[in-house]
């Protein structure tokens, strides 16, 4: 039972996708207990499992998936697989190793609509939650993708078997994807996005407070983010309930 369980406080809980670096054991089975019920994505950032004790990363996954968090490995390490021709190989280890869920995405190579699809029907065939990626890591490429093209990319990715879409944002929230150099949200590619697919079925990655509260302001309370830091999680669900000033008597 919580404190303060006298006051009407809403029960909000969007999707929250955070990132695991390299975290202790010891640490995540902590803080789990203090935010565990509000999370339900744990990603395996980057390449950081494949430099990692395997029985650690085993373990890990059984504590996150006692709070009953889907996890999964970062998309660069499918995107090195993907190019080596070790599509299949990556898609067993993952199973061994007990990862529910694959990312694909194509943020540092490139990958045409076919190959997507392709990869996504796989995936799906190996009993696998899809999580898509649309976005380049790079700047210089990022900013190559027009807005149609992302939504092309969003709605063939969902309409092909893709469970939910990332829109890549990053670490820093800055300069990629719907995020100018600021860090602050591009309003008329945000508008574009929320007029032309099922913002339901998207994630988007908001690392920082600004854009976690026009997100949540926007589109409502139950917004799927990602790339939450652990620091964030409480902090998140206290903006979705209207518990911080920023959302203050704007939740309903």
């Not at 190793?97 to 609509?113: A, H, K, P, Y």
């Not at 591009?186 to 988007?204: M, P, R, S, T």
Request: charged share 30%.
């Amino acid at each position: 039972m919580k404190p303060f369980s006298f006051l009407e406080i809403p029960d909000y809980n969007g999707i929250t996708m955070v990132l695991d670096k390299g975290l202790p054991l010891n640490y995540v089975e902590d803080y789990l207990k203090i935010c565990g019920e509000y999370i339900n994505f744990v990603k395996f950032g980057w390449g950081t499992s494949a430099i990692q004790n395997k029985d650690i990363i085993m373990k890990k996954i059984k504590i996150y998936k006692k709070h009953n968090i889907k996890t999964y490995v970062g998309g660069t390490l499918f995107e090195l697989c993907y190019i080596q021709n070790k599509y299949e190989e990556y898609l067993k280890e993952c199973k061994k190793l007990g990862f529910q869920c694959v990312e694909i995405s194509d943020g540092t190579i490139n990958l045409d609509i076919k190959e997507r699809n392709e990869v996504i029907k796989i995936a799906k065939e190996n009993d696998f939650t899809v999580l898509s990626e649309v976005g380049k890591k790079s700047i210089e490429e990022d900013n190559k993708i027009t807005i149609k093209n992302r939504i092309d990319i969003i709605n063939s990715d969902l309409k092909n078997g893709a469970d939910f879409v990332i829109i890549e944002g990053r670490e820093s929230g800055k300069s990629i994807g719907l995020f100018d150099n600021k860090g602050n949200i591009k309003e008329n590619d945000f508008k574009e996005i929320l007029n032309n697919v099922n913002a339901e079925k998207i994630i988007f990655e908001a690392p920082h407070k600004n854009q976690q509260v026009e997100f949540i302001l926007t589109i409502g309370p139950t917004v799927n983010l990602g790339n939450i830091s652990y620091d964030d999680v409480i902090s998140l669900k206290t903006l979705r309930t209207g518990l911080r000033g920023d959302t203050f008597g704007l939740i309903k």
